[in-house]
Every structure is written in C-alpha cells, then in structure tokens.
T-cell receptor
Framework: EADIYQTPRYLVIGTGKKITLECSQT?????MYWYQQDPGMELHLIHY???????EKGDLSSESTVSRIRTEHFPLTLESARPSHTSQYLC????????????FGDGTRLSIL | AQSVAQPEDQVNVAEGNPLTVKCTYSVSGNPYLFWYVQYPNRGLQFLLKYITGDNLVKGSYGFEAEFNKSQTSFHLKKPSALVSDSALYFCAVIKAAGNKLTFGGGTRVLVKP
C-alpha cells in the first residue's frame, strides 16, 4: 500500500467557509498532484507540483489554491466554498521519472451546502 | 497532445468468464501506459504498466494487458473474473520523458455471481 494520506475523508460545510484539504506522503516523492473527480467518474487535474516551492495549475480551472512548503505536504485551500465546489478531491504523488506510477490517497468527499 | 479513450462506460461479465476492458491512446513518441483500479470510496490503485519490452504485461490480482503499437491499444484482461473485481478501471498514458499523465474517462466493471 502506498503511504499517502488525505484528511478529512468527508466534509460537509456551509457556503462561504474557508476549507483546507490536507495531503501528506511519506515516500519522499518530488511530484504531487490534485485531481477533482466527477460523480460520473472522470478525473480532472487541477494542480500539480514538481517540488518544494513549485506549483502549477492543471487542465481544469479551479478556484482552489495549493502550496508546497515541504516535500511531504501538499494542502489545497478554498478561500470561500460554494456549492459548485462539491466533489471528490484526490491527491497523488509520484517519483521523478515518467515511467513511475502515481500513488493515490483515498480522497476527500466535499459537500458544500 | 495526448489522449486516452475507453469506449465502454460499463462492462458486465459473469463470474468466471473472461474480462476485457478496452483502451486506445494517442501520443507523440513512445508511450508509457498504465492501468488503475478504483474501489468505492477509495483512491486509484496501480495495477500494471507498459514501459518497453514484452507486449504482454502482467500485474496485480491476476490482471494482464497487451500493448499493441499498430492499433495504439492497451486492453486490460483477466482470464476469470471475480465478483470482487467489480470496480472502476482507468487507463492512462504519458509520453516517454513527458510530464503529464492523461487518464481515460474510466470503465465501470460489474461482475455478476
């Protein structure tokens, strides 16, 4: 089993709240990713990082922000949650080479009321 | 640009019968190909990958996949499906030495007893 952890697993919260989704990995991976997963299954890359102090936006525009101050930690923040942010958020990490698989956390299911 | 197509949203199979999940890809250059499985309320789990060499790749839980360069396909197979194989399956591709992994839309597999 890969050592990548996401908290909380489930979060139900009201509109306008600030939210931080936590993601930590103990594998020493340089690369980390955030995906948003639709109820219809498809994965959308929203942020990625190739190392400390490196963050980039992904394919799907997102109002969330990320930071990478430590190798093992890649939190995602929503400054003011809206119902449109309701989704499943998956964090992943991988080694530096493109032939290495990504390892996923179990996700955070976020519901904004 | 690179892309992955999983033409079947759902595959139904009886327990004990062979299981095939289809995947075709488009990428410039040599591809690295991956299969992942997602069980309910879990993240994606790596099953197998093709990097180079033998076109038939064996992975976890009795799954295998065949790389076909001329047909740009990487179909996932299992000779005898189990009810516990019921899950979502994702195919993914990255260009050799590339930076971005592209996922297919996913295929739901339902194995009936």
């Amino acid at each position: 089993e890969a050592d990548i952890y996401q908290t909380p697993r489930y979060l139900v919260i009201g509109t306008g709240k600030k939210i931080t989704l936590e993601c930590s990995q103990t594998m020493g991976h340089d690369k980390m990713y955030w995906y948003q997963q639709d109820p219809g299954m498809e994965l959308h890359l929203i942020h990625y990082s190739y190392g400390v102090n490196s963050t980039e936006k992904g394919d799907l525009s997102s109002e969330s922000t990320v930071s990478r101050i430590r190798t093992e930690h890649f939190p995602l923040t929503l400054e003011s949650a809206r119902p449109s942010h309701t989704s499943q958020y998956l964090c992943a990490s991988s080694g530096q080479y493109s032939n290495q698989p990504q390892h996923f956390g179990d996700g955070t299911r976020l519901s904004i009321l | 640009a690179q892309s992955v197509a999983q033409p079947e949203d759902q595959v139904n199979v009886a327990e004990g019968n062979p299981l095939t999940v289809k995947c075709t890809y488009s990428v410039s250059g040599n591809p690295y190909l991956f299969w992942y499985v997602q069980y309910p309320n879990r993240g994606l789990q790596f099953l197998l990958k093709y990097i180079t060499g033998d076109n038939l790749v064996k992975g976890s839980y009795g799954f295998e996949a065949e790389f076909n360069k001329s047909q740009t396909s990487f179909h996932l197979k299992k000779p005898s499906a189990l009810v516990s194989d019921s899950a979502l399956y994702f195919c993914a591709v990255i260009k050799a030495a590339g930076n971005k992994l592209t996922f297919g839309g996913g295929t739901r597999v339902l194995v009936k007893p």
